[in-house]
């Protein structure tokens, strides 16, 4: 699996907009960008993913870059409730297998 | 969607014991996963059950640590056996809906289990 590379942390104030950032340098062609956030003492979940175009949802904004080798997941105003830690995780889409293999990811820390 | 309960949510067990986790989805989905997260850790893929056959275990697990089963397309089973310390972890089933490499995971609570 191509890895991808994210900062250990990241810390922002509520209601302000977050940036977290994600180098994939080895991606390939078939290969989907993912963001999952894990909250304390809770299971991972689903927060977005994309291929080439930016894409945005009710939770997220991805910005992929055009040459695919970096994205950015924004959060748009930060909530107490977002404080979590965010993967950022390239899923293969050539094959229906569909794991996903998790790296470290950025703990983001929100202050009131 | 999908909603996935595991049982139990936690438990302490004895040096030498086994264990089964349960994880129970709500509707019928196309593949479940295991993982296993260690204390201030990532998560760690430990195996995808399959319905009616043999897991498909990652490098570092093997069938006799971690027997699963998967008897339908709602439910399956993680057996942590002959327990030590070192498996003291949270261990969480996830599931997807549909096919193709765009559809999302969901996963339980997880179950954390500490090893005496």
């Known amino acids: 699996d191509a890895k991808t590379t994210q900062p250990n942390s990241m810390e922002s104030n509520e209601e302000e907009p977050v940036h977290l950032p994600c180098n994939h340098s080895t991606i390939s062609g078939t290969d989907y960008i993912h963001w999952y956030r894990q909250l304390p003492s809770q299971g991972p979940e689903y927060v977005i993913h994309g291929l080439t175009s930016n894409v945005n949802n009710r939770m997220a904004s991805l910005a992929i870059a055009e040459d695919r080798k970096s994205s950015t997941l924004i959060l748009h105003r930060a909530t107490l409730r977002d404080a979590a830690v965010y993967y950022c995780i390239l899923r293969d889409g050539g094959t229906s297998y569909g794991k996903l293999t998790f790296g470290q990811g950025t703990i983001l820390t929100v202050h009131p | 969607s999908a909603v996935i309960s595991q049982k139990p949510s936690r438990d302490i067990c004895q040096r030498g014991t086994s264990l089964t986790i349960q994880c129970q989805v709500d509707?019928?989905?196309?593949?479940m996963f295991w993982y296993r997260q260690q204390p201030g850790q990532s998560l760690t893929l430990i195996a995808t059950?399959?319905?009616?056959?043999?897991?498909?275990?990652e490098s570092g697990f093997v069938i006799d640590k971690f027997p699963i089963s998967r008897p339908n397309l709602t439910f399956s089973t993680l057996t942590v056996s002959n327990m030590s310390p070192e498996d003291s972890s949270i261990y969480l089933c996830s599931a997807r809906t549909g096919t193709g490499s765009t559809g999302e995971l969901f996963f339980g609570e997880g179950s954390r289990l500490t090893v005496l």
């Open positions: 509707s019928q989905v196309t593949m």
């Open positions: 059950a399959n319905q009616g056959s043999e897991a498909t275990y």
